[in-house]
C-alpha cells in the first residue's frame, strides 16, 4: 500500500520568513495530494491540494509543488505569521475513492 | 449548514471493554472515513465506508470494526480493548467516490478515547 513520509516534524521560523514542508509517497499511482492544517484542539481543515497532472498551485501565501519522476511533494508557506501556528498534514490518494494515506505531520511554530 | 459529528466527545474504558464511536456526516455525503490519532502517529486509516458499504479497510486488526446506516450515519465498535488504543478518532465525510479520486475530506472534532 501506500506510504507517505514527511519531514521535518518540527519546524520553528521566525514570523515573516518562509517554511517548507517536504512529502515522499511510495505509490507512483496516487495521484492526488491534499495538505491538511490541524490547530492545537481543532480538527484538521484542507488548505491545498494539488493533482497529479499539475506541477505547482498557488493560492495567496500557500503554494504546493509536486514532481512526480521524483515521488514528492513540498508545502511552500510564506511570510509566516503567528496563526500559521499548527501541525500540516500532507496525504496521498491513489485511484477512485478519497482514502487518503497521511504523513506524520510537521508541527510548525512561528515565533514573534 | 451543520459539520461531521461525532460522539461521545470523551470516553473513558478499561482494558478488554468495547467502545462505540459514532459519527454523522455532513447532509449530501455519502462516504465516511474513520481515523485513529495516536500521539506521535499522525493520522492512520481505519474504515471507509460508502452507500452502506464497507469500501477499503486499514492495517488494524479485526476488533476494529464498523457499519453505515441507511442515512449515511457510521459507527466504529473496537472490541477487546488494549491500552495502545487509546487515540483520538477522527471521523470525515465526502461526496460519492470520483472515478479518479480526490476529494476533500471534512473532520469532526473526534472522539478521544483512553483505555485504563
Known amino acids: 500500500g501506500e506510504n507517505v513520509e514527511q519531514h521535518p516534524s518540527t519546524l520553528s521560523v521566525q514570523e515573516g520568513d518562509s517554511a517548507v514542508i517536504k512529502c515522499t509517497y511510495s505509490?507512483?499511482?496516487?495521484?492526488?495530494f491534499p495538505w491538511y492544517k490541524q490547530e492545537l484542539g481543532k480538527r484538521p481543515q484542507l488548505i491545498i491540494d494539488?493533482?497529479?497532472?499539475?506541477g505547482e498551485k498557488k493560492d495567496q501565501r500557500i503554494a504546493v509543488t509536486l514532481n512526480k519522476t521524483a515521488k514528492h511533494f513540498s508545502l511552500h508557506i510564506t511570510e509566516t505569521q503567528p496563526e500559521d501556528s499548527a501541525v500540516y498534514f500532507c496525504?496521498?490518494?491513489?485511484?477512485?475513492?478519497?482514502?487518503?494515506?497521511f504523513g506524520t505531520g510537521t508541527q510548525l511554530k512561528v515565533e514573534l | 449548514e451543520a459539520g461531521v459529528t461525532q460522539s461521545p466527545t470523551h470516553l473513558i474504558k478499561t482494558r478488554g471493554q468495547q467502545a462505540t464511536l459514532r459519527c454523522s456526516p455532513i447532509?449530501?455525503?455519502?462516504?465516511v472515513y474513520w481515523y485513529q490519532q495516536a500521539l506521535g502517529l499522525g493520522l492512520q486509516f481505519l474504515l471507509w465506508?460508502?452507500?452502506?458499504?464497507?469500501?477499503n479497510r486499514g492495517n488494524f486488526p479485526p476488533r476494529f470494526s464498523g457499519r453505515q446506516f441507511p442515512n449515511y450515519s457510521s459507527e466504529l465498535n473496537v472490541n477487546a480493548l488494549e491500552l495502545e488504543d487509546s487515540a483520538l478518532y477522527l471521523c470525515?465525510?465526502?461526496?460519492?467516490?470520483?472515478?479518479?479520486?480526490?476529494?476533500?475530506?471534512?473532520f469532526g472534532e473526534g472522539s478521544r478515547l483512553t483505555v485504563l
Open positions: 505509490d507512483s499511482a496516487s495521484n492526488y
Open positions: 496525504a496521498a490518494a491513489t485511484g477512485g475513492g478519497n482514502k487518503l494515506t
Open positions: 465506508y460508502d452507500e452502506g458499504e464497507e469500501r
Open positions: 447532509s449530501g455525503h455519502t462516504s
Open positions: 470525515a465525510s465526502s461526496f460519492a467516490p470520483r472515478p479518479l479520486g480526490g476529494g476533500e475530506l471534512f
Open positions: 494539488i493533482r497529479s497532472n499539475v
